[in-house]
């Protein structure tokens, strides 16, 4: 009776440490397209500004001189380092002698009839002087009463470059006139200009004044009208460039100029600017359309380019729904689940952006990625949370990533605790410990059978042997 006890307190232990020490984890998304127009600037970059969405490019992060787009910077320099802007300047010769020293790439600049000594002059009025009639002197003379001298506050425009990611411009002056180290590109301009638009609304006011009266100095004894460079936003005449749905930012251009050889080169003409209609905003830069003509006239190439692609983008593209939070994406196989072996995954939110009208959103291509952990058969374990992320899909269209979602799942799924309590059990007895344990209670239960047998044996003997002698005591 003893061995039967210690055999069931065997079996007890081995199977409260099954129960207990078992390892249970052993149970387990922007597109570009080509402008169907005619453009004969190199470069540029148009973003639409509702959906933060490239809408074209070309050549966007090919070098470039800026021109007079150079301005830009400086005028952001300006707002972000002078707290009063009515406050008076001083105009020096150390804003003017550059254009004076025998460099042709900088003789006879655009101005704004700013004189030396003058007085009553304000930074305001320099603002004005700079964007509205692209005066290079000045911007010399910002930079000078900014700064102090005119290399500190190109650095500044450097920093300031730096800081908005403009990893491939250098500055080397305050107006743009051409030099070799007076550089950007399409996209970097794109950077410096959407930062004024977004954070300095003043500048972009400035930018747009059709014109603008300055003080009177030496060379204009009575004050005098200066008027915007930019003829997409002068609705005077017969302006044929006039475009109503335009704002200006910058103009830039150069009609000739010299590299460090002495070689001569054919100018060119740069433009930034925007332009709302219908409730779509746009933003658009250009670069190195030619400044002449064939005929070797002013070409104002820069203003068709701009018409042209924003005609193009208001008739072309429309805002249209790719996907929504309650499309089903695709599903997955859940092990264990109580209710469900099946989970829907949806978008972690819809995705809506500009694409042309005539698009069929069905040519939208899927790339989806399952991230959640899964078993050797491809199916993710209970238990699944509604809510929970489950993977990616990317949304592609000829060849580009124009948006990625999380899926999540669309439903919760609970663990069936008697399938994992089953499953559990079957592991167990897959374990070549488990088994090496059974094998071993077999041969302890074989080998209590054996001695009981071997007792139960000798207990016979002894008892039969007893019979016999109490038969012959008897017989006595």
């Not at 509702?50 to 001189?65: G, S």
């Not at 290399?151 to 250098?170: C, Q, R, S, W, Y």
């Not at 399409?186 to 977004?198: Q, V, W």
């Amino acid at each position: 009776m003893r061995n039967i006890k210690i055999t069931s307190l065997i079996t007890a232990f081995l199977f409260t440490f099954v129960v207990f020490f078992t390892d249970i984890a052993d149970i387990k998304a922007e597109a570009a397209f080509t402008p169907d127009v005619d453009i004969s600037s190199t470069g540029y970059y148009m973003v639409n500004l509702d959906l933060d969405t490239v809408i074209a490019a070309k050549n966007e992060h090919q070098r470039c001189y800026p021109a007079s787009i150079t301005k830009v910077m400086t005028a952001i320099i300006a707002l972000e380092n002078c707290s009063d802007l009515s406050r008076e300047v001083a105009v020096t010769y150390g804003a003017t002698n550059e254009f004076w020293e025998g460099d042709p790439n900088y003789y006879g600049p655009g101005n704004c009839g700013l004189d030396v000594g003058q007085s009553g002059l304000t930074m305001m009025d320099c603002l004005y002087g700079l964007l509205v009639k692209s005066g290079c002197e000045a911007g010399n003379v910002i930079g000078i009463n900014i700064a102090g001298d005119l290399p500190t506050f190109i650095d500044l425009m450097n920093k300031k470059a730096k800081e908005i990611g403009m990893t491939n411009t250098h500055f080397s002056n305050t107006h743009g006139l051409w030099h070799p180290d007076n550089y950007s590109t399409p996209y970097d301009l794109y950077l410096m200009c959407r930062y004024a638009y977004e954070k300095h609304p003043t500048l972009i006011d400035i930018a747009n004044a059709q014109e603008y009266v300055l003080p009177a100095n030496t060379y204009n004894p009575e004050p005098y009208t200066i008027v915007n460079t930019n003829s997409m936003i002068r609705n005077i005449d017969e302006n044929v460039y006039y475009y109503e749905y335009a704002k200006n930012i910058k103009t830039g251009s150069i009609d000739v100029y010299w590299d460090e050889a002495g070689n001569e080169h054919p100018g060119f003409m740069n433009l930034a600017s925007t332009a709302t209609q219908n409730g779509f905003n746009y933003i658009l830069i250009t670069t190195g359309a030619p400044y002449h003509n064939t005929e070797g006239t002013k070409s104002n190439g820069h203003f068709l380019d701009h018409i042209a692609m924003y005609k193009w983008a208001f008739r072309t593209f429309d805002i249209m729904e790719v996907i929504t939070e309650n499309s089903v994406i695709t599903d997955v196989d859940v092990d264990m689940g109580e209710e469900a072996d099946v989970v829907v995954l949806k978008p972690s939110s819809g995705f809506s952006t500009l694409l042309p009208k005539n698009l069929d959103t069905n040519v939208i291509q899927q790339d989806i990625t399952i991230t959640a952990d899964m078993n050797d058969n491809n199916e993710v374990v209970a238990p699944v949370e509604k809510g929970q992320v489950m993977g990616t899909v990317e949304l592609i269209l000829d060849g580009e990533v124009i948006a990625t979602r999380n899926l999540v799942a669309s439903q919760s799924i609970s663990l069936s605790q008697f399938e994992y309590t089953m499953r559990m059990i079957n592991s167990i007895f897959e374990k070549s410990w488990f088994k090496l344990c059974i094998g071993s209670l077999a041969v302890l239960i074989i080998a209590d059978l054996i001695l009981n047998g071997v007792r139960k044996s000798r207990i016979a003997k002894l008892e039969a042997r007893q019979r016999r002698r109490n038969n012959v005591s008897k017989k006595w």
